[in-house]
């Protein structure tokens, strides 16, 4: 293979790799001058001059002419007056000698090593320009199409072909993708794992709902509209605290849109994920009482050291303040950045004399599963026993083994 062929098929892979020109050649002079390396010991006085679109390639050894009896003539940048005289006979002592090195004195063997090394060189490249591009996109929206499934990893393609990540853990437990399926998510993270950049998609972040957002309510996307913060339960339901500095703009009202028009399209993309929309305050009751929607409360205390708050409630809407599996006050919990413990708010007229608080059952009951009792609004021995342990089990995450040795407790304080 002569050089002409070496660059030309080299150019032709870099430019389906959408290499430029001046990092085409930049890589080819590597190459070439780790070759010279290898032959000569050093690159420092050799001269490498490429021009990729005719093919051609030009390596010059320039040397200084020393007396034959001269202890530098061992020096790289030395050539011997007789040596030098065999290339041109006119040639003195003092005159440099410029000498073309042809790629064929390298040997097959090393062309040969040469060429791979550089599609070699242009596969890092191309690894590395796709690690920086994404790297810069964290958190940004982008579509794919699903190539291929492998294990618990769907892997996609974007729009210049380059392969993307997602990963059954940042799917929606109800997503159902197949082969050629288009799919929207964000850019989670950017790895480079032993030289191969490994770009993650997420449809689970609250970042993802973010950029729905964005791209569906025009408000939010102009900044007429902030986001302040996004808590979810992924495909099961999110909270999204909103705010706008444009008094003549109703925030909630803007990202539901009529009927709910402007955010079915999120709804739908989320699988049927249940949003609430509040309207954020700096006032932390006002904003607990948003959060805490459709229940109504009725009183609260904070503790702002401890970051808890003690939340008072009807009978009637201590469900709606959980919600399904704890959902309701876990997520407003995490809204309002507190600890919230539920707690009926029963008239004292109502207040039955033979019940007992469960605080009174710690000697027998651990503390950890009395809390657990306390967030779904259960604060009284009779209150635990009105429900079935399946129940009980289902609104929190305490086993049917100890819901069932607590039931046994309170019910021998009744015997």
Not at 62 to 78: F, H, L, P
Not at 89 to 101: K, N, R, S, T, W
Not at 214 to 239: F, H, L, S, T
Not at 257 to 284: A, F, W
Request: aromatic share 6%; charged share 35%.
């Amino acid at each position: 293979m002569n050089s002409a062929e070496l660059i030309n098929s080299f150019a032709e892979f870099a430019k389906e790799k959408n290499v430029d020109r001046p990092t085409m050649i930049k890589v080819l002079e590597e190459v070439f001058r780790t070759m010279i390396r290898k032959k000569y010991g050093t690159d420092e006085n050799f001269d490498v001059i490429i021009n990729p679109e005719s093919g051609d390639l030009e390596m010059w050894r320039t040397r200084e002419i020393v007396d034959d009896n001269s202890e530098d003539i061992w020096d790289y940048d030395k050539i011997p007056l007789a040596e030098a005289q065999v290339i041109e006979p006119d040639f003195e002592i003092g005159e440099e000698v410029a000498e073309l090195i042809k790629l064929e004195d390298f040997g097959r063997r090393v062309v040969q090593t040469a060429r791979q090394t550089l599609i070699q060189k242009i596969k890092d490249l191309e690894k590395e320009n796709l690690y920086d591009k994404y790297k810069d996109l964290v958190g940004e929206m982008v579509s794919g199409e699903v190539y291929q499934i492998v294990g618990k990893e769907f892997i996609l393609t974007d729009g210049e072909g380059n392969e993307v990540s997602l990963p059954k853990s940042e799917m929606i437990s109800k997503d159902r993708f197949k082969k050629g399926d288009g799919v929207r998510a964000v850019i989670h993270k950017v790895e480079m794992n032993n030289g191969t950049p490994k770009i993650t998609l997420s449809r689970t972040s609250p970042v993802f709902l973010e950029r729905l957002f964005e791209q569906e309510i025009p408000e939010v996307y102009d900044g007429q509209i902030m986001i302040r913060k996004i808590v979810r339960e992924p495909g099961e339901r999110a909270k999204v605290a909103v705010e706008s500095y444009d008094d003549r703009i109703d925030p909630v009202g803007a990202c539901v849109g009529m009927k709910g028009s402007r955010i079915h399209g999120i709804v739908r993309e989320l699988q049927n994920e249940n949003i609430d929309v509040i309207n954020y305050t700096e006032n932390l009751e006002l904003l607990v009482s948003r959060a805490l929607s459709p229940a109504k409360v009725s009183s609260m205390t904070v503790d702002r050291e401890k970051r808890r708050i003690a939340v008072f409630l009807t009978p009637d809407q201590v469900s709606l303040a959980i919600g399904k599996g704890g959902q309701n006050i876990k997520l407003a919990g995490k809204l309002v950045g507190f600890e919230l413990d539920v707690y009926r708010d029963v008239p004292q007229s109502e207040v039955d004399d033979e019940d007992v608080d469960l605080s009174e059952f710690s000697d027998e009951i651990e503390d950890w599963v009395l809390a657990e009792l306390h967030k779904i609004g259960l604060d009284t021995a009779k209150q635990v026993l009105n429900l079935s342990t399946e129940e009980i089990v289902r609104r929190t995450e305490l086993e049917e083994e100890t819901v069932q040795e607590v039931m046994n407790i309170l019910h021998s304080e009744f015997e």
